[in-house]
């Protein structure tokens, strides 16, 4: 009979190796209350069928950020259709940075995909109910669904990035503008704001992970969310997960993806893994230098590459 | 003794000749109150030494639109200064259209300059006051000691633009976010809604005109501006005052003129005249056809290119 | 003992129920010859462990265009290393038409990847040799040994395209002053300008297609080129090789692909299949209508999708 | 009596007030025989009816670069027509640094102005002749009436140009294939090279400026060119005679100007003086430092502006 594979080994290693390499990169500034982040932290959590492996700061609370794109694109193609989505947001990479306005500009009237802030704004405005509370409640819903408990935001951040969230704000009414976005702006981004600012540890989306890993089956092995909308928004994971930095991804790590500002990545590799590191210095492009180190060896350690 | 040369006679003729290629244009319909105008209105006025001359529809209300940035950029010259403004925003045409949102993200952090909607919106926020009541009244203070009677706003434009200027708001949210707007985004947005919105007819805009080709004294002979901030003033009008149709213009007319979506043109020709027309038929860069075919006639009869 | 799948009735159905879509294309035109096309032909070609199935046009000769970049990727990363090419070219889809020069100069002084045209110039220039003929000898090489048998130029396309081919001219030149270019701009564009041309049917696509689904192995069972080259290539071909379709491909038929502006798909399903479309019919972004239209069916019924 | 005015003491000072701020640029680096100008040179020389004044190294050789820009379209014009020239180029100023082709890409398929790289290219190509030679023997000719005495270029720039020149010859291959560039490539940017390294020593420069402050008539008295050609060079002197210079300019300065790489400024005052300067080191626009700084004092001194 054969040793199972030592997962825990895989991840303190990858930790020690990888760790430094956080100097690299820096705290995002652009909201005053993610600067305060310590940029020596990080962690790696990987969720197999065997259960879940953890090395470094795991359980240490951040704001999901822009990996709440995943989840409401998800809810969106759920509750009004692949066809209703892609007529607000398109399904290109765009080689601009997140936060780049210029496409929606020059390009056909609608944000090119659902992972930069733009299109993630639209896709939001498209959830279904009567208020920011009631379409927050999906999100919560759903994440409660995931991980098995409830979830909660970061007040602060929240707080913070609603008062200064200028660029956001510059999306959002350009989208009214060319008719991408429904429903009152500042609604929208109020919800916007609020999923930004949930609270979860690197435990929690490696959970994630897996969740998408098994097409949307949740531990208790309940279907939360159908097939269909899992392999799209995988398919965005590894064509613009990563924002800019997505071809260069694609290369050295291979997997479906999600970064955030605060520090987090959600990995997921089909039928096996969830996976997620957790290291709040960034690179020039917003993602986790540190996370993909970490992932980078991971990924050629355990041939994680879906190419 | 030399017979007066007959201005009637050519404002005439002008109108005559020039008011069929209104045909060409469109009413601007981005905002909805201004799809209610007359596309076949055309007026041209011309104040001399000798008094105001008119033929055509001059009497006929309209509001400022763009042509109060004119008015805005003098004040903020006057009361913060040359450089307190240009630290805010540039001098460079653009070549864009008048609410193009890629400079701002492509350049050098600021408005390329204080004409297109993002500049002019840079510059209202300089504008000093408590309230967006005080600052208003600067404006229609300086308007009254021009035109010699007190000014109004249309209220239902200044409610449509406030309720649909969503390309404005995302121009003013954006300039929020690289520090090139001073004060609260929806109170500035406000003051540039406001003289928008200032109800003129073409006679009152010959008499702007003429303000300026007396460098800043008014009609009873009381300097009111510098006459440095007309001059800076009259340059822009030259270098960016028609939009992205400044160079044809500066070509084909050549003097300092600004155009308004509602159909106004403010033409300066230094030491001479105020010229201006009406026409609310608009080509695709938003200058009115007929205004510009009439000024372009009207400087070929009296020599007034300044090159 | 259970019925083998009957690939040849689902290629036959598969071209009767779509071939009707090609009239929603147009043959492309920038290049003269290109024009000659017969915008009705159509055929699909699966590569499978047990032989080839063919439906429709699969005997046709077209040129391969864009498909050659797959090829000369091959060649650079072999000969040159992953990191000599990564000096040259980036990895980041662009969001922007093939033949788009603007990124050129608003992004960081190198082509943003392999797949649009200014970056398969520039990895051209890197392939190895003294000659236009001895480079171009490597690609026809490693052509023979996938389809085992010599490959031969359209000499009409190839001199079309050196003619008339200002905006690849365009394209090398800026590359040349950016320094992503090595070597002589006309020496390389000419050895551009012949890989473009090399004649190939949709058969022959789809052994091509096997070959990079068996990692680099050709038919013969022996290794042409390593793994990892494969993988690279492989992952460009999602992020990148549909031009700037890519991400919606990828949605909707999702394996690694390319296409090429004569009508031709590469397409690869690792592990599995090479398989290969023809259709002339482009849609706006340079892709074959009736090629996108086939695989994406196919892709349904035989669950291709690596996502 | 009155004195005259003492225009030798005005640049004399200029030039012993002005002349330090050379320190702030930087001499041309992307022609390699550009770098070897002495950055601290520095001239200034003013045309009047009284004559010609110096002051400082004007007598010093350098190439027109961009400043023969002025020249081929002065002969476009004359010799085409207008319409003909503006068929194939705008006359909108751009924003964009002199040698940008990203508005070519994006605008409506003609460089817009003919003072950007792009634009006078385009206008070279549009000068009347059999060869290289006959065209250039307009430029030389028309040179060789304004200033009585024979020109020549200098061979070493000439042949650094020719074989450095990527972006140029990348602009010119991006125009041929939008149909905005007449007949081959290569020979008119061998005459758009060739008119760049035209020498001329700054009292030239100045003596240019009063043939155009004279419209078009030479010191002889004899019109060379006519007068609404020059109007119209002047026109686009003031409106992008700086590069994305000119707004700037305008405020400062406000007289009709183009600038060189090499170091000149050629200045018209309308009517009254020739005005040049001197001095190779740059701003990061390509205008000379020392140049803007001396014509800016002259300016306010002589009261040039005229706006």
Avoid: W
């Avoid at 430094?20 to 962690?43: C, F, H, T, W």
């Amino acid at each position: 009979m054969s040793t199972p594979f030592d997962y825990q080994a895989l991840l303190d290693e990858t930790l020690r190796e990888e760790k430094k390499y956080g100097e690299r990169g820096q705290v995002a500034s652009y909201i005053p209350e993610l600067r305060k982040a310590d940029p020596n932290m990080a962690g790696i959590a990987l969720m197999t069928t065997r259960g879940i492996f953890t090395a470094g700061d795991t359980a240490v609370n951040f704001t999901l950020q822009s990996i709440s794109k995943v989840l409401t694109l998800l809810l969106a193609l759920e509750h009004r259709g692949v066809e209703a989505v892609f007529a607000k947001v398109g399904s290109e990479p765009t080689g601009d940075s997140f936060n780049s306005i210029v496409k929606l500009e020059t390009s056909e009237q609608k944000p090119l995909n659902p992972m930069i802030n733009a299109g993630a704004i639209a896709v939001c405005s498209l959830l279904p109910g009567q208020s920011v509370e009631e379409r927050f409640g999906l999100i919560a819903d759903l994440l409660e669904k995931i991980l098995g408990r409830p979830v909660q935001i970061d007040e602060s951040v929240y707080r913070s990035e609603k008062e200064t969230g200028h660029r956001n704000r510059a999306l959002a009414h350009f989208l009214k503008d060319i008719h991408a976005l429904e429903g009152d702006v500042e609604e929208v981004l109020d919800l916007y704001f609020r999923q930004c600012s949930i609270l979860v540890n690197c435990a929690d989306l490696a959970r994630i992970g897996m969740f998408l890993a098994a097409k949307g089956i949740n531990e208790a092995g309940k279907p939360i969310v159908s097939a269909n909308a899992v392999r799209l928004v995988s398919t965005f994971m590894v064509t613009c997960g990563m924002y800019n930095g997505s071809g260069e991804f694609a290369i050295k790590v291979g997997i479906p993806a999600k970064s955030g500002v605060a520090g987090g990545i959600l990995g997921v590799v089909p039928g096996r893994y969830g996976v997620a590191t957790y290291g709040p210095a960034l690179d020039r492009k917003g993602n986790s230098v540190v996370g993909i180190s970490m992932l980078r060896r991971l990924s050629q350690v355990l041939d994680l590459s879906i190419f």
